[in-house]
């Protein structure tokens, strides 16, 4: 098994939960300090930024180098960064690193690790987001990735399947999760250095909006839960195509199918806590 993102969160509970059931897993990390954290019986830590081509060639030649010749069973896409901001005031740059991470990194980690899982007969495992169903405000790059993401799947999983390779998507919703917690405090600093014009129009969104995530994220799912369905859906027999995590994501993936855009976007709008304007 493969677990890109394996560091904290989502991935390394992933990664541990797989490794409890008796797999050998290659857990990615950025540095040898996450690897010290994360290796254990059965978790293997490799260095993997899934944006840098010599770390996914060094991971296939581990893979065809394995000691015990065992098959790679399954490829977990889970690595992944997010940084929330207006579509007009996130800089380019933070866009494409987005894009870069998100969704180029999995798909060079893909085409790289194919090969062995049409030996295997294996499974690819995109963890995507209810945000690649549905948008928030301030969300557009990071729900962009995810969008994405989920094509590239559909498309891939038509393309393999007569190889014998299955492709499935998780859209977790809200994970407690470093990432998570973190990404709130990331677009408020992005938003102390938006102009007096940026201030006017976007402020109030941007914190009713991270105000409303950081609540929601209270009582949100737990990385370890995350990482036990994650690992489960990993290893059946016969999976769907796609699963959701979270009461809100089985809550507003399928109300995206089905109402209007402007509904969903009432709907949004509803959950954020009004502000309630200052007295002169």
Known sequence: MVVSGASTGIGAATA??????GYHVLAGVRS???????????VEPVMLDITVEAHIEALAERIS???????????????????NAPVEVLELDRWR???????FGHIAVIQKLLPFLRESRGRIVNISSVG??????IFGAYAGTKFALEAASDSLRQEVAAQGV???????????????????????????RMNAEQQHLYGDLIKSTVASNAAFLKRAMPAEKAGEKIARIT??????????????????????HILPGRVMDRVFAASRPRRTPSKS
């Open 16 to 21: 541990r939960e797989l490794a409890s059931m």
């Open 97 to 103: 690193e987005q894009f870069e991470v998100n969704l």
């Open 235 to 256: 290893t059946k027999p016969r999976p769907r195509t796609r699963y959701t995590l979270g009461l809100d994501a089985a809550f507003t993936v399928p109300l995206a």
């Open 132 to 137: 690649g169903v549905a948008a928030l405000p």
């Open 166 to 192: 299955q492709v499935v998507v998780v859209q977790p919703g809200g994970v407690k999760t470093e990432m998570a917690a973190h990404s709130g405090t990331i677009s408020l600093e992005l938003a102390d």
């Open 65 to 83: 180098r394995d000691p015990e010749q065992r098959l790679l069973r399954a490829l977990v896409n889970n690595a992944g960064i997010e940084v």
């Open 32 to 42: 040898d300090q996450e690897a010290d954290t994360i290796r254990a019986q059965g």
